[in-house]
């Protein structure tokens, strides 16, 4: 069983910042991917980032590439997003997950909410035009 605990959101203008942080249990948090995911009022969750559990591979939505950078302390079980130039667009509730390794390609799954097994409760970002 993993917890997971998301901090850091907020309200910015836009062209601000913002760190996101996760906090895990556990004492294999190492062995899990971890992603964060997004949900905007009145749209479905959507893929964020990604980084995989050596946090060698990290995966990233087109519309937040170059902009945001997921990254992950395994000795502090923590996972972080910061997120740079911020829109409008970006305004949502953001939720940390963690997955256990699927089969097939990192790149190709990570992608999907399916392949996380535990989930926060989330973090609201709120971003100002």
């Known amino acids: 069983q993993v917890q997971l605990v998301e901090s850091g959101g907020g309200l910015v203008q836009a062209g601000g910042s913002l760190r996101l942080s996760c906090a895990a249990s556990?004492?294999?948090?190492?062995?899990?991917?971890m992603g964060w995911f997004r949900q905007a009022p009145g749209k479905e969750r959507e893929f964020v980032a990604a980084i995989s559990g050596s946090g060698g591979m990290t995966v990233y939505a087109d519309s937040v590439k170059g902009r945001f950078t997921i990254s992950r302390d395994n000795a502090k079980n923590t996972v972080s997003l910061q997120m740079n130039s911020l829109k409008p667009e970006d305004t949502a509730v953001y939720y940390c997950?963690?997955?256990?390794?699927?089969?097939?390609?990192?790149?190709?799954?990570?992608?999907?909410?399916?392949?996380?097994?535990?989930w926060g409760q989330g973090t609201q970002v709120t971003v100002s035009s």
């Open positions: 997950a963690a997955g256990s390794p699927r089969r097939g390609r990192y790149s190709d799954y990570a992608r999907r909410s399916n392949a996380y097994d535990y």
């Open positions: 556990g004492r294999t948090f190492s062995s899990y991917a």
